[in-house]
Structures are given as structure tokens and as C-alpha cells.
């Protein structure tokens, strides 16, 4: 089966930890570019993060950039995102997506998966 998972959220208290994964089956993620995304309810859907083919490139959002890091396990077929000192405001749905066509993380809406989201939830 051809699909992105994510795992990894959980509650935790504000300034704790976690590390997401976003895990490809029936594909490559060596060959895409893979975004994490988060969306809280009643917000717009924001990017976190960006890492493209061959780790070229690595973006983060002003949010949380200091606090996370987007890396990538060609041999484990993932990408992950660690986030430290988490804030209450970091609490949302979190969701990568891969894009075969856009590689180096331009700015763009055509991805070939999308997972289905992992809830993170920090309490002060």
C-alpha cells in the first residue's frame, strides 16, 4: 500500500518534547521533498517545515524555528521532525506531504501524499 504515516505526538507539558515521523510504504521518500504542515482548529493550515531531496535544503517557519529540526532516514524510508521546548501554541494536527515534482521545497500545492495527521497537544 502506497501511503505516507505519521506517528510520534502525544501531550505534553509546555518546554517538553517530541519527535514526529512521517513514514513512506509502497515508495521511495529518498525522491521527494516532504513537507510537515499543522492545522489547530479554526486556523488556516500553516507550514512548519521543509526538507528537500538530498537534504539540500531545510526550511523552518519564524514559529518555531530554534526549537525544531526536519531531518530524513533514507534507510528507514522517513522524515522526522524534532521539536523541543514546546509551547502551548505549537498544539494542532500535524501532517507531512511529499512532492516528487517540486524537490527543492519551492513554494507549491502539488503533492503526491499527504498523511493522515498526528495530534500534538502541549499544556502550560
Known amino acids: 500500500q502506497v501511503q505516507l504515516v505519521e506517528s510520534g505526538g502525544g501531550a505534553v507539558q509546555s518546554g517538553g518534547s517530541l519527535r514526529l515521523s512521517c513514514a513512506a510504504s509502497?515508495?521511495?521518500?529518498?525522491?521527494?521533498?516532504v513537507r510537515w504542515f499543522r492545522q489547530a482548529p479554526r486556523n488556516e493550515r500553516e507550514e512548519v517545515s521543509c526538507?528537500?531531496?538530498?537534504?539540500?535544503?531545510?526550511s523552518y517557519a519564524d514559529s518555531v524555528k530554534g526549537r525544531v529540526t526536519i531531518s530524513r532516514n533514507n534507510d528507514e524510508n522517513t522524515v522526522y521532525l524534532e521539536m523541543n521546548n514546546l509551547k502551548p501554541e505549537d498544539t494542532a494536527t500535524y501532517y507531512c506531504?511529499?512532492?516528487?515534482?517540486?524537490?527543492?521545497?519551492?513554494?507549491?500545492?502539488?503533492?503526491?501524499?499527504w498523511g493522515q495527521g498526528t495530534q500534538v497537544t502541549v499544556s502550560s
Open positions: 506531504a511529499a512532492s516528487r515534482l517540486y524537490k527543492l521545497c519551492e513554494q507549491h500545492e502539488d503533492y503526491d501524499y
Open positions: 509502497g515508495f521511495a521518500l529518498d525522491n521527494y521533498s
Open positions: 526538507i528537500s531531496v538530498s537534504d539540500i535544503k531545510t
